[in-house]
């Protein structure tokens, strides 16, 4: 199982920097081909791209932490504090009736599981770290 976590946030960082990558280069592609982002306001190349970055520096702080146990804990810590708020926000947005609660299990594969996913990674990187 130890071996498998690290595994694991590397696949996690490559799909989410994977995913910066798509909306750093091709933004208009990415806004249509998402599910459910066309309802959330009109496009917008540079927030996108903003966005983006944010996402190639996450899954790039996962990836690097697979391999270097060091800083591991405070990269993933740091990306899981992210996504967990960009969840947080989706559901914030249903609670005062921006959306409708149909869009949470719409959401859930690519905003709440990656959330619950870095997460559980940082705890398992702060239960593992070498606490000299």
């Avoid at 982002?37 to 009109?42: K, R, S």
């Avoid at 800083?71 to 969840?87: F, K, N, Q, T, V």
């Avoid at 949470?104 to 990656?114: A, E, H, I, N």
Wanted: with cysteine; aromatic share 14%.
């Amino acid at each position: 199982m130890t071996k498998a976590i690290p595994v694991l946030a590397g696949i996690l960082g490559a799909g989410l920097a994977g995913n910066g990558i798509f909306m750093l280069t091709a933004p208009e592609a990415w806004y249509f081909a998402v599910p459910g982002v066309t309802t959330t306001g009109p496009f917008n190349q540079h927030f996108l791209r903003d966005i983006g970055l944010i996402f190639v520096l996450i899954g790039s702080g996962f990836a690097y932490g697979a391999f270097r146990p060091g800083p591991r804990s405070m990269l993933w810590s740091m990306g899981a504090i992210w996504l967990s708020g960009h969840a947080l926000f989706h559901f914030w947005e249903v609670a005062v009736g921006i959306c409708g609660p149909e869009v949470l299990p719409r959401d859930f594969p690519s905003v709440t599981l990656p959330a619950l996913i870095a997460v559980a990674l940082s705890v398992w990187s702060f239960r593992h770290a070498d606490h000299r």
